[in-house]
C-alpha cells in the first residue's frame, strides 16, 4: 500500500463518522420524559376515570420498556428524513404501539396512575444507571 492509499483510507474513515448521525436522546428514558409523555396528551386513569391506561413506572413493564425502545430507536433513524420519516414514525410506530400500551387491557392494565385531561402523561424516574445514555458509551 502506498502512502497515499493510506491516507484516502483515514479520510473514508472519517467520513464514514461524520455520515453517522448521532443520538439525539441518549436513552429510551429521555425520549420518554422530554418528547414522548408531552406529545401522547390522554386522559389516563384506572377504570371509569380514563379511556387509557398509562404506568408512570414504566420501565417496570418489560413489554412497555421492548415497545418504547423500539420507538425511540426508530423516531432516532426517521428524523434523518424531512420529507416523510415524521409521519412515517407517527403512522407506523407511534400509533401502533401507543395504541397497545395505552389500551386498558395492556402492559398497564392495573395501574392507578392518573392525570387530568391536557397534562403530559404521569412520569416517574427510573432508578439511576438503568437507562445510561448512549452518547457517552
Do not use: C
Request: aromatic residues 12%; proline residues 7%; charged residues 30%.
Amino acid at each position: 500500500m502506498s502512502d497515499l492509499d493510506q491516507y484516502r483510507d483515514d479520510d473514508d474513515d472519517e467520513s464514514a463518522e461524520e455520515a453517522t448521525p448521532q443520538l439525539f436522546y441518549g436513552s429510551v428514558d429521555e425520549f420518554v420524559r422530554e418528547r414522548l409523555i408531552h406529545l401522547y396528551i390522554r386522559k389516563v386513569g384506572p377504570q371509569n376515570d380514563g379511556h387509557y391506561r398509562w404506568a408512570a413506572d414504566w420501565w417496570n413493564y418489560a413489554e412497555a420498556i421492548s415497545r418504547l425502545e423500539a420507538l425511540w430507536r426508530a423516531w432516532e433513524h426517521l428524523r434523518q428524513d424531512p420529507a416523510l420519516g415524521i409521519s412515517t414514525w407517527w403512522r407506523d410506530h407511534a400509533d401502533h404501539h401507543m395504541t397497545v400500551l395505552l389500551d386498558p387491557e395492556g402492559p398497564f392494565t392495573k395501574s392507578t396512575d392518573r392525570n387530568t385531561h391536557g397534562e403530559p402523561l404521569p412520569y416517574t424516574a427510573p432508578p439511576a444507571g438503568l437507562f445510561p445514555d448512549m452518547r457517552e458509551t
